[in-house]
């Protein structure tokens, strides 16, 4: 059974920091990867997603993903946060089931 | 399209009682996800449909956990009877297909008193 391990629980920044969140999975066979973002009092959507090729993945609102195979990580970055990426992130796989399991998520809060 | 539709938004209840959560997917989604979350264990998956039929309920914490899909346009959760470990944010989201990108409706807060 796959699995997702996201290593910071909450994180703590100023605006103009650079951010990398870390997941690693664990999985043997192909992957595909996702990273969703829960802004306060919304609900969960889709920040980016990597299914094959180029392992280096852009998302919305300047954040970009990096799929390392040998590492089994997707580590999530942006190199300037601001107050409004004040949010909750996930990590989530899908390996064989083809059904996503999210990891524990990490709650980043930017300081303006 | 208005997205996932989940009612109530906030649940509050006392023990024992049964509490009904409801979604609506997507039109067009084959998939529906129902979803836990606690600050403890994250975003657990509980059950997940595909054309309406049950494929995985291993994630049901109990047998006090049921969940039905009656028709493409419509799905429940229901807790009965409900204990306070039960108090957690409950998401629905619906997909296209397995592997494609899910769709989360805004979640029912639901407190066991």
């Known amino acids: 059974a796959q699995s997702v391990s996201q290593h910071n629980h909450h994180v703590i920044l100023s605006e103009a920091a650079s951010l990398e969140l870390g997941c690693n999975y664990s999985?043997?066979?192909?992957?595909?990867l996702f990273w969703y973002v829960q802004y306060p009092g919304q609900h969960l959507q889709l920040l980016l997603k990597y299914f094959s090729g180029d392992p280096l993945v852009k998302g919305i609102k300047g954040f970009e993903a990096e799929f390392i195979k040998s590492k089994f990580s997707f580590n999530l970055r942006k190199p300037s946060v601001q107050w409004s990426d004040t949010a909750e992130y996930f990590c989530a796989v899908t390996g064989g089931s083809y059904i996503p399991t999210f990891g524990r998520g990490t709650s980043l809060i930017v300081h303006p | 399209d208005a997205g996932v539709i989940q009612s109530p938004r906030h649940e509050v209840t006392e023990m024992g009682q049964e509490v009904t959560l409801r979604c609506k997917p997507i039109?067009?989604?084959?998939?529906l996800f129902w979803y836990r979350q606690t600050m403890m264990r994250g975003l657990e998956l509980l059950i997940y449909?595909?054309?309406?039929?049950?494929?995985?309920d291993s994630g049901m914490p109990e047998d006090r956990f049921s969940a039905k899909m009656p028709n493409a346009s419509f799905s429940t959760l229901k807790i009965q009877p409900s204990e306070p470990r039960d108090s957690a944010v409950y998401f629905c989201?619906?997909?296209?297909?397995?592997?494609?990108?899910?769709?989360f409706g805004s979640g029912t807060q639901l407190s066991v008193l």
């Open positions: 039109s067009g989604h084959d998939y």
């Open positions: 449909f595909n054309n309406n039929v049950p494929i995985d």
């Open positions: 989201a619906s997909s296209l297909g397995d592997n494609e990108k899910l769709f």
């Open positions: 999985y043997g066979g192909t992957v595909n």
